[in-house]
């Protein structure tokens, strides 16, 4: 499990679309700025390579001139010493140029003399490891087995006549020239230089380029992220309001902020303000239509509870006038008791509902069973002058920790609106249920449907923008807020008569108590 965590990370680190863009965008510029530092490092290094060996062909061309007419007189007389001397004081003669040792060879391959003649002594072959460094086809050493003239193996099997091999592994160059008297080759120069000064400047280039490349890139690319997240200020500013507005709190942003943002996010910051302006209009409107069918529910519910009270009250005269009548009568006097007992009871029922779903007489922490069992008082206005027969299953038999006004309020509306669409005669069915998780309200009734547009409003998504006209649906809104409110979900099915409403909300299960 924690190697599948450690790779879903990595896998969200190498998709570089799903970075922050005040990442991406640093890390793309500095990404840029680094290959064009590379290219042009690469470029300018490369180009002071070349100069540095062009000098160093001048250097060493001069230097072989040099030494070339400084040994030639001695040369031509195989005067071992003058061409010895003239070795010597051209070791500190040229500038720039550190010559390890200098060996002059006679055509038939001999060295005539060395700056250093322990190492390379007189009349010994040219070595093969310096043959070897210009590429020459044979050995000195088999020269003398040539059958061309002296000069012909010599010069021919000696390689080119002006030769510099650079090794900047090793740290040294390796120079040649051919002798020349009158034409004719008399003998060959070669030297070993030291180059390591040289190399020493290349590598002080080299590290100079990549040291300001790097500095340039570390501050282009923390410029860049800094500069990057000024200019997301805005951004950062429009998330803020848009979270307040969907945790319910619509805020225009202030007008300050436009002074400090660019045109194009000031456009945009009054897109939102005009959006924020229209939404708050539009709940405040939805807030005071709803006040009204509230008022009207409790007009149409006054008038109901009113006619259930005159009901029995007229009964109730009747009966204390009956009491004055005959009360000597025992029998006419208990049945006349009994009737004012009965009435009194129902009156007491009617206002107790009517308390408690307007003044919040429930716990709010809790539903009871009685707080369901008074809804049917409220609606027998409604049962009574439509026909409508009430089926009532009011299966929680214990109290549930669950917000029980606001889930008696949602039964509530949801059976004036069935008993509204039923027709007259017809049945509204009402079923309340509790599960160890869930509690669950089912309201059916027989009339045409409950249409789609009143079915949105049910919906937690699209209940606070639902447009609501003529005051038709404020109670559907109602419900569908604080079903929203509670967690809860409502689903509208359709059989084959009517509309059937089932509205369950989660209920944890130490919360439930159990019947047992």
Known sequence: MAFRQS?????????????????????????????????????????????????????????????????????????????????????????????RFAIVALPDGKILTASDPQRFPYHSPVPDE??????????????????????????????????????????????????????????????????????????????????????????????????????????????????RVRNGTIEPIPQGYQGRIAH?????????????????????????????????????LASGMAHEVNNPLGGMLNAIDTIQAHGSNPVVLQTSLEFLKRGLAGIRNVARAALVTYKGGSDT????????????????????????????????????????????????NLLLNACAASPVGGTVAVAASCSSHTLRIEVADEGPGLPQDMTALLD???????????NKGLGLWMTGHLIHRLGGRAEVQYPRVGTRIVVTFPVAAQEALNAA
């Open 460 to 470: 937690q998504a699209s209940a606070a923008t639902a447009n609501h006209q003529q």
């Open 365 to 412: 922490s809790q539903l009871t069973p009685s707080d369901l069992e008074d809804l049917p008082f409220l609606v027998q206005h409604e049962t009574g002058i439509r026909s409508l027969h009430l089926e009532w299953h009011n299966r929680v038999l214990e109290p549930i920790a669950i917000d029980g006004p606001a889930i008696r309020q949602i039964t509530l």
């Open 7 to 99: 790779a879903d990370v990595m896998l969200g680190v190498l998709r570089i679309a799903a970075w922050p863009l005040l990442v991406k965008v640093p890390v793309l510029a500095a990404g840029l700025m680094i290959t064009g530092a590379a290219a042009l490092s690469q470029v300018v290094f490369w180009r002071f390579a070349e100069d540095q060996e062009t000098n160093l062909r001048v250097l060493t061309s001069a230097y072989l001139d040099g030494l070339s007419a400084a040994i030639l007189p001695g040369l031509i007389r195989r005067d071992v010493w003058e061409v010895f001397d003239a070795l010597d004081r051209s070791r500190s003669r040229y500038p720039g140029i550190e010559p």
């Open 264 to 300: 194009e996010f000031g456009q945009l910051f009054d897109r939102f303000n005009a959006m924020a302006r229209a939404v708050s209009e539009r709940q405040t409107l939805a807030s005071q239509l709803a006040e009204q069918e509230k008022y009207a529910m409790l007009g149409r």
């Open 130 to 243: 310096l043959v070897g460094h210009f590429g020459f086809e044979d050995s000195l050493n088999n020269a003398e087995t040539d059958d061309s003239p002296i000069h012909g193996r010599f010069f021919g099997h000696f390689g080119p006549e002006d030769g510099l091999r650079v090794d900047t592994g090793a740290g040294r160059a390796w120079l040649t020239r051919i002798v020349r008297s009158e034409g004719f080759p008399i003998g060959r120069v070669l030297a070993e230089i030291d180059i390591t000064e040289l190399l020493r400047v290349r590598r002080k280039i080299l590290l100079a380029l990549v040291t300001v490349n790097g500095g340039l890139t570390l501050a282009f690319a923390v410029g860049g992220y800094f500069a990057l997240k000024r200019m997301l200020r805005p951004l950062c500013v429009l998330t803020y309001y848009v979270e």
